[in-house]
């Protein structure tokens, strides 16, 4: 004989996974399992199609629900902005898909207004993706931090605005992207090396920079701010492109070597140096990428057997 069934089984399940003061404030019966119900309801219509359990949203809506008039917050909650949150913030790719498909278009005047131009659009959208997306080291995405309180495009907007001010604020990097890279790597060397750039020789390599960090394709500029100005780590980047982290120490090896020889070339335009003098000049130029391009060279080449996806 099968024993009996507790009633009201959302309801226990929602104040099992909520913080003790919350649970505290929430009553087991019909008004409480009721509400619980709408929600599912409305987030499932909404998005039928995605991949999470009753089970796994409504802890995930309980763990957001604050202590303070919960059962007032849960009337009011975005259920289905909840529901794709959730999705997101565990990884689902077709979750992530819906969330920028559905969202990002919204908030295309925000992110114009706070960047200085397309680039810096194009750029600011690359990290905001990342931010909200992928987990960086014990901290989950950032996406989890919306609490269903309020559209979630009107979240995403204020995040949006939040980023591009702390990127900003910190000077660590501007929403254009080649003065943060070029900055990023200060110069090295030492003796002859050292005297020879500063001055114009020096000016002039910075420029030289610039222009060919300018002249990437998008994916490598975005590549590059991820390792030098965002300091994200190769998984990082790999979750974000969907490929393995020896694909991405490939794809950054690349980007440096065309911006080094494009460096190269500008500066035997700009500058009456002879070849010895140039080649010096080259040996810092390389010393501000070199560092990195030899621990990413290191790791391709530790992960040679490793089966990789395509770029």
Same mark, same amino acid.
């Given at each position: 004989m099968n024993a009996p069934t507790e009633p009201w089984p959302l309801c226990r399940l929602l104040l099992s996974h909520a913080a003790r003061a919350t649970?505290?404030? =929430? #009553? #087991?019966?019909? +008004?409480l399992e009721e509400l619980s119900a709408t929600r599912l309801r409305e987030a499932r219509a909404a998005l039928p199609d995605l991949r999470v359990d009753d089970e796994t949203f409504l802890a995930y809506l309980a763990a957001r629900l604050p202590a303070h008039e919960p059962l007032k917050a849960l009337a009011a909650v975005q259920a289905a902005d909840l529901l794709l949150a959730c999705a997101c +913030?565990?990884?689902d790719a077709d979750a992530i898909a819906e969330a920028e498909h559905r969202l990002l278009p919204r908030i295309a005047r925000t992110l114009r207004r706070a960047a200085s131009n397309q680039d810096g659009v194009e750029d600011l959208t690359? =990290? =905001?993706r990342v931010k909200l997306f992928v987990r960086e080291a014990e901290r989950p995405p950032r996406i989890s931090e919306y609490s269903g309180r309020g559209p979630l495009v009107s979240w995403l907007s204020a995040t949006a605005t939040r980023l591009a001010i702390d =990127? &900003?604020? /910190? @000077? &660590?990097? *501007? #929403? *254009?992207?080649? @003065?943060?890279?070029a900055e990023s790597l200060p110069l090295g060397g030492d003796g002859a090396e050292v005297r020879l750039v500063r001055g114009q020789a020096q000016q002039e390599l910075q420029q030289a920079l610039r222009t060919a960090l300018a002249e990437l394709s998008a994916r490598d500029r975005t590549l590059l701010r991820f390792q030098h100005v965002d300091q994200l780590s190769f998984d990082q980047i790999g979750a974000f492109y969907r490929v393995h982290k020896s694909t991405v120490c490939r794809w950054l090896a690349a980007a440096r070597e065309q911006v080094l020889r494009r460096s190269q070339a500008l500066l035997s335009e700009r500058l009456n140096l002879n070849p010895s003098e140039l080649h010096s000049l080259m040996r810092v130029a390389h010393s501000q990428l070199n560092l990195s391009v030899? /621990?990413?060279l290191r790791e391709a080449t530790d992960l040679d057997a490793t089966p990789q996806p395509k770029p």
């Open positions: 649970a505290e404030q =929430l #009553v #087991v019966g019909e +008004a +913030a565990r990884g690359q =990290l =905001l =990127l &900003k604020r /910190t @000077d &660590k990097a *501007s #929403v *254009s992207l080649d @003065d943060g890279l030899i /621990t990413c």
